[in-house]
């Protein structure tokens, strides 16, 4: 099997939270460059892997070559995990593995429009296809931009970001967003953190509808493992690992909370999974090798044999 061309993060502590048996069946709800995909094979597994983009397909398709039948690729979202296994006959399997975010491939690729360190076109669009970043903020309001940019972004003067979007319209660039993002909040040249980092993130998420793929996909996962079968979840921003440690809490029976993205639910339903592990994030060591670590955090948990809620 070829290497890997980026490097998975939290790669063994999410190894030894599915506790991979030869001969199980797993999923890889995020496949990107592959890499938890090719470690989960190495311990002998069939893995199942999911991905929206299709330039990650296109370009996994070496390893399902080599993978010698034990790998099935599907160009779908995480979401749509049970409906497709189902359709391969894999109904119920071992554990999942779900890595939330954008990946290092398409953070990586200017022509992809999801990161200001480049230029690129404004596009941020995982599936390649519908809205994309340019289409949105040329045309939404300056009230929805600033929702948006508040909501997903945690930007404190997001009216004011979003009122400087506005008034240099048409952007088409991802160095033209990140100046006028930077010209609002007054960025200088020694700032720590580029403040363009969280409108960026915002138009991101809202685009590829990430929360509501996360809620989605959890619940999927919860219906596709088998009793004993482990859910392994990393996240890097504190909006994702809300919902994740909600999902988890609720469903090991502590007390329900109704959101935005969940509704409340009934007390009586019983926990599907066991009280989860404690968080895990990156050690110093990984975090110098892989910088794209250091805001990781994994959240695991283990199926029970109770009915998945509804």
């Known amino acids: 099997m070829t290497a890997a061309p980026h490097i998975p993060v939290l790669l063994d502590e999410v190894l030894a939270a599915l506790a991979i048996a030869p001969g199980e069946a797993h999923v890889d709800a995020t496949f990107g460059a592959g890499g938890y995909t090719r470690a989960i094979l190495?311990?002998?597994?069939?893995?199942?892997?999911?991905?929206r983009d299709p330039d990650a397909i296109a370009?996994?398709?070496?390893?399902?070559?080599?993978?010698?039948?034990?790998l099935t690729l599907i160009a779908a979202p995480f979401s749509a995990m049970e409906a497709e296994l189902d359709t391969r006959d894999a109904a119920q399997v071992d554990g999942v593995v779900m890595d939330i975010g954008v990946s290092s491939m398409q953070l990586d690729r200017a022509e992809r429009g999801f990161s200001f360190q480049a230029d690129g076109p404004l596009d941020m669009r995982m599936s390649q296809e519908g809205e994309s970043a340019a289409d949105f903020l040329n045309g939404a309001d300056e009230a929805a931009i600033a929702d948006v940019i508040y909501q997903y972004g945690d930007e404190p003067k997001s009216r004011r970001v979003a009122r400087a979007i506005v008034a240099a319209r048409p952007l088409t660039r991802t160095s033209e967003l990140a100046t006028v993002v930077r010209k609002a909040l007054g960025h200088k040249p020694h700032d720590k953190k580029d403040p363009a980092t969280r409108t960026f993130q915002a138009i991101r998420i809202h685009l590829n509808r990430e929360l509501d793929e996360l809620v989605d996909g959890l619940a999927a996962a919860e219906r596709v493992l088998k009793?004993?079968?482990?859910?392994?979840?990393?996240?890097?921003?504190?909006?994702?690992d809300r919902v994740v440690k909600r999902f988890f809490r609720e469903r090991s029976g502590g007390t329900p909370a109704g959101s935005r993205h969940r509704p409340a639910v009934a007390a009586a339903?019983?926990?599907?999974?066991?009280?989860?592990?404690?968080?895990v994030r990156a050690g110093d060591d990984e975090t110098a090798r892989n910088p794209r670590a250091r805001s990781a955090t994994l959240r695991v948990a283990r199926r029970t044999a109770a009915a998945a809620w509804a």
């Open 42 to 51: 190495g311990q002998g597994a069939r893995v199942f892997a999911f991905d």
């Open 269 to 279: 339903d019983a926990p599907t999974f066991e009280t989860p592990a404690r968080a």
């Open 227 to 240: 009793p004993g079968g482990r859910l392994a979840v990393v996240t890097f921003h504190s909006l994702e």
């Open 59 to 70: 370009e996994g398709q070496p390893l399902v070559d080599s993978a010698d039948g034990a």
